[in-house]
């Protein structure tokens, strides 16, 4: 896939101009050493620390800040409409986050895990908490790419597979989305025949987590992690200042 003209569906050779090149070339750019930092993030799962619920929250900022980062890095997405471009962040910043949350081994809020009584939610104005299901799920999530020990390009190649979508409603280029997502999913189960040759089924299980992080619920990301910080600010008009700003 190449991207010639912005705002443009197109379809043409691959090697440099691929989807894939600039998806490794975007994520494996040297970083720092602070909260968002990836550096070494296999296997952190094992040994993440567990900040207070305010530090996970601003590492988690810092990961949604990354995370749109390496998106608008992706040299065929910013071909693509900013209309466009919005429907498909809208669609997957929550789960790209969870997995850059994963990767940077950043673990949920612990003290969300209870729950406040009827007449403190009255009379702190808080809204109540995530469902425990929902949460449970998060968690879940988390554990499993943690137990899959993801490498740094799988992770890429994920981010691809989640980033494009073409079966959401909006779309007109559904087809060239389609054949990025398409491509991803291709170079990962290259990846891991290469990488991995022992392991027959680790693309199964990879893709099994790509399942999980597909009902993510984006609301409830929004509010164990956000709204403390943003109070009603919308999320649609964060991530569309974000998508213009100069990250």
Known sequence: MACVGRGRCCAGGRRQGSILYHILRSEEQPRGSGPGCSCGA??????????AAGGERAAAAAVLVKTLRFVKGVPCFQQLPLAEQLVLVRAAWAPLLVLGLAQDGVALPAHEAAQPSML?????????????????????????CWSLDIGPKEYAYLKGAVLFNPDLPGLQCTQYIQGLQREAQQALNEHVRLIHRGDQARFAKLNIALSLLRSINANVIAELFFRPIIGTVNMDDMLLEMLCAKL
């Open 42 to 51: 296999r296997g952190r799962g094992r040994g993440r620390s567990r900040a």
């Open 120 to 144: 403190q939610r009255i009379l702190t104005a808080r809204p109540p908490p995530p469902p425990a299901a929902d949460l449970q799920a998060l968690h879940g999530v988390l554990a499993k």
